[in-house]
């Protein structure tokens, strides 16, 4: 049976909003937007300080699996949007459908409902590990102003932008943040070219010879969990994709011989497939040179990045290749890279929590006031709470690799749950290719084998 028939929600499906889908590249452009919102997680904690990391200790050996970690888990957003736009389910109700029922506060949800609720607590500590990130930068350029006070600042900061932002206005901020420092990454990247540092391109093919040192493998893994698109921002990218207006859109499917909803629907698939493609070229362009300057020139040095020193240790990347003065020009964009991930992080989970509470049975999906207040009270809260944890650990390293830890372990339960859904609860006639599919099984397996590996080699 259809989802939308199943089930009504005003928050995924505005009665009488659809519209018909751009038929040129250029106007598909316009409606280009959530892959902006989910670069500002992207492009953040994971590459300024768990990739840069993982280089500073392994050197470029490890290379094929930073490009791996960006380029693998990009299909299942996709896919998993794919299945969010067409069906009308929000990301919770379509997990909530899974078989597999357990006893919950007010009626049987399904087990990831649960296991997400769980996860959700060590996934809260990478947020302190960002914001403490972030705060670090901050002193980092103002010297007088310690980590601590500097994290509490930006936590009231973040409250007043979340809490007086729409999504417009959050779209808007989020481009200048993320593409002011992509830019000035690669610049430095490319600058490291002409110094000491300069890479060879024996050491991008010693890159490429798929060693995994098992000395770096908790690293590793949590740089696998924590980069390109991890499983926090695959499942705030679909709530993104909502609040842009994709499922609206493409409107109530009316019978199953509409041919207008079908055409719609095929018609913002192509601009939601425009939009990943934007977005992997984004975190593409981002992560490299991270790794490659942690590789080239921390790795050289003998430096490995480490509680209060991180920031600082990895500002080394910049100094080194381009002079002292770019401690500045680090500082500047490690402090917007690191807050625009906080922003985002904290806006998706304020999308995340009502949703809980929703299939939980607190209360009906269809009040969206009640939805509304809970999302002004997790963004009000959260920032507070993520500067706190950072009080108690001051180190964004290891807060931020358990955060990547736990993000791994989540990953197998999006595509295993996409290639489900999509053969369960959609009409087949907007099911991806056959080698799509395939494709999908892959990553399956193999993000299978790496929660294995997480609980072998870390939680065990």
Same mark, same amino acid.
């Given at each position: 049976?259809?989802?939308?028939?199943?089930?009504?929600?005003?928050?995924?499906?505005?009665?009488?909003?659809?519209?018909?889908?751009?038929?040129?590249?250029?106007?598909?452009?316009?409606? $280009?937007?959530?892959?902006?919102?989910?670069?500002?997680?992207?492009?953040?904690?994971?590459?300024?300080?768990?990739?840069?990391?993982?280089? +500073?200790?392994?050197?470029?050996?490890?290379?094929?699996?930073?490009?791996?970690?960006?380029?693998?888990?990009?299909?299942?957003?996709?896919?998993?949007?794919?299945?969010?736009?067409?069906?009308?389910?929000?990301?919770?109700?379509?997990?909530?459908? &899974?078989?597999?029922?357990?006893?919950?506060?007010?009626?049987?949800?399904?087990?990831?409902?649960? $296991?997400?609720?769980?996860? &959700?607590?060590?996934?809260?500590?990478?947020?302190?590990?960002?914001?403490?990130?972030?705060?670090?930068?901050?002193?980092?350029? /103002?010297?007088?102003?310690?980590?601590?006070?500097?994290? &509490?600042?930006?936590?009231? *900061?973040?409250?007043?932008? $979340?809490?007086?932002?729409?999504?417009?206005? /959050?779209?808007?901020?989020?481009?200048?943040?993320?593409?002011? /420092?992509?830019?000035?990454?690669?610049?430095?990247?490319?600058?490291?070219?002409?110094?000491?540092?300069?890479?060879?391109?024996?050491?991008?093919?010693?890159?490429?010879?798929?060693?995994?040192? *098992?000395?770096?493998?908790?690293?590793?893994?949590?740089?696998?969990?924590?980069?390109?698109?991890?499983?926090?921002?695959?499942?705030?990218?679909?709530?993104?994709?909502?609040?842009?207006?994709?499922?609206? /859109?493409?409107?109530?499917?009316?019978?199953?011989?509409?041919?207008?909803?079908? @055409? @719609?629907?095929?018609?913002? =698939?192509?601009?939601?497939?425009?939009?990943?493609?934007?977005?992997?070229?984004?975190?593409?362009?981002?992560?490299?040179?991270?790794?490659?300057?942690?590789?080239?020139?921390?790795?050289?040095?003998?430096?490995?990045?480490?509680?209060?020193?991180?920031? !600082?240790?990895?500002?080394?990347?910049?100094?080194?290749?381009?002079?002292?003065?770019?401690?500045?020009?680090?500082?500047?964009?490690?402090?917007?890279? #690191?807050?625009?991930?906080? *922003? !985002?992080?904290?806006?998706?989970? +304020?999308?995340?929590?009502?949703?809980?509470?929703?299939?939980?049975? &607190?209360?009906? %999906?269809?009040?969206?006031?009640?939805?509304? +207040?809970?999302?002004?009270?997790? =963004?009000?809260?959260?920032?507070?709470?993520?500067?706190?944890?950072?009080?108690?650990?001051?180190?964004?390293?290891?807060?931020?690799? =358990?955060?990547?830890?736990?993000?791994?372990?989540?990953?197998?339960?999006?595509?295993?749950?996409?290639?489900?859904?999509?053969?369960?609860?959609?009409?087949? %006639?907007?099911?991806?290719?056959?080698?799509?599919?395939?494709?999908?099984?892959?990553?399956?397996?193999?993000?299978?084998?790496?929660?294995? #590996?997480?609980? @072998?080699?870390?939680?065990?």
């Amino acid at each position: 049976m259809d989802t939308q028939q199943q089930t009504s929600d005003p928050y995924t499906v505005k009665t009488g909003g659809a519209l018909e889908p751009p038929t040129t590249l250029a106007n598909r452009i316009r409606y $280009l937007g959530p892959s902006v919102i989910v670069s500002g997680s992207i492009v953040g904690s994971g590459e300024i300080i768990l990739t840069s990391s993982l280089g +500073a200790a392994a050197g470029f050996v490890l290379l094929w699996w930073v490009v791996m970690s960006c380029w693998i888990k990009s299909l299942i957003q996709a896919e998993l949007a794919r299945y969010i736009i067409v069906s009308g389910d929000t990301y919770l109700r379509a997990i909530n459908r &899974f078989p597999g029922k357990l006893w919950g506060p007010k009626g049987k949800v399904g087990w990831p409902i649960w $296991l997400g609720l769980i996860a &959700f607590v060590p996934g809260v500590l990478g947020l302190g590990g960002i914001m403490g990130g972030a705060g670090q930068a901050l002193s980092l350029l /103002f010297p007088v102003i310690d980590s601590v006070w500097a994290t &509490f600042l930006i936590a009231l *900061l973040t409250v007043g932008i $979340l809490n007086f932002g729409g999504y417009q206005r /959050f779209e808007k901020i989020l481009l200048g943040l993320v593409m002011g /420092f992509t830019v000035t990454t690669l610049v430095c990247a490319v600058t490291m070219q002409s110094t000491e540092y300069q890479i060879s391109w024996a050491d991008i093919s010693s890159g490429f010879r798929f060693d995994l040192p *098992l000395e770096y493998i908790a690293l590793a893994l949590a740089v696998y969990g924590y980069t390109g698109v991890n499983s926090g921002e695959t499942a705030a990218y679909t709530y993104w994709c909502i609040e842009k207006g994709y499922p609206t /859109f493409i409107g109530q499917k009316d019978s199953e011989s509409s041919e207008d909803w079908l @055409r @719609r629907a095929r018609g913002w =698939i192509k601009v939601l497939q425009s939009d990943v493609w934007l977005t992997l070229i984004i975190l593409t362009c981002a992560t490299l040179p991270f790794y490659l300057l942690g590789a080239g020139v921390l790795n050289v040095l003998g430096k490995t990045p480490d509680g209060l020193e991180t920031i !600082s240790m990895l500002s080394g990347m910049f100094t080194e290749t381009l002079g002292t003065w770019a401690l500045w020009v680090f500082g500047t964009g490690a402090f917007f890279i #690191l807050f625009s991930t906080t *922003l !985002s992080g904290i806006g998706a989970g +304020a999308r995340f929590i009502p949703d809980y509470l929703i299939e939980l049975g &607190f209360f009906p %999906r269809a009040n969206l006031k009640t939805r509304a +207040a809970w999302i002004r009270g997790y =963004i009000s809260i959260m920032p507070i709470v993520g500067s706190m944890l950072y009080v108690g650990v001051q180190n964004p390293v290891l807060l931020v690799t =358990i955060g990547g830890l736990v993000g791994a372990l989540m990953l197998p339960i999006q595509s295993g749950g996409t290639l489900w859904l999509q053969r369960n609860n959609m009409d087949q %006639r907007l099911t991806p290719h056959p080698f799509v599919r395939g494709a999908i099984w892959l990553i399956f397996l193999f993000q299978l084998v790496m929660a294995g #590996l997480v609980i @072998r080699y870390v939680v065990l």
